[in-house]
């Protein structure tokens, strides 16, 4: 026999259902269901039941329960130790998506830097550097062994 005291229920009461729950959950105290399912309960069947000393509640339990709520915090936690999300995913085998989706939905807006530059600071500098002595865009790309574009894109400072 069960034990189970509360029930939910998502489709309607009838006189055969009341009578099935009676059978399999004989300690049965409460009934709970949506509204619009609560409204549709005949006024006798609701009647029956609190003699029997049953009570018919409505309650919403609707859509799928989230999956990984309890790992947000955990997330979050890492997101702000400096991992990736890449890192993050594989740690706490989850998706990369989801990573990403739940830190988007957190309020403190943690951003990741995880892009990786081509060129470094350095060369960066250089660049600056050799266009101040007055060396030519093109020139500086033969000597630093880099795109002509490049040159003219670290010169423009983006």
Excluded: W
Aim: hydrophobic share 30%; net charge positive.
């Amino acid at each position: 026999m069960s034990d189970v005291t509360k029930i939910h229920i998502t489709s309607a009461l009838s006189s055969q259902k009341i009578i099935d729950l009676m059978e399999d959950f004989p300690d049965l105290e409460t009934i709970t269901c949506s509204k619009s399912l609560f409204d549709r309960i005949p006024k006798k069947y609701l009647e029956a039941l609190n003699d029997l000393d049953i009570e018919v509640a409505i309650e919403y339990n609707q859509g799928a329960k989230p999956k990984y709520s309890k790992e947000e915090d955990e997330i979050l936690s890492l997101a702000k130790q400096n991992l990736t999300a890449k890192e993050i995913s594989k740690k706490l085998d989850i998706p990369i998506k989801r990573v990403y989706y739940l830190l988007s939905k957190n309020k403190e807006n943690i951003k990741f830097n995880n892009f990786k530059r081509k060129y470094d600071e350095n060369t960066k500098r250089d660049v600056k550097l050799l266009n101040d002595e007055g060396k030519s865009p093109k020139d500086i790309s033969s000597k630093l062994n880099i795109p002509i574009r490049t040159v003219y894109y670290i010169l423009k400072g983006y």
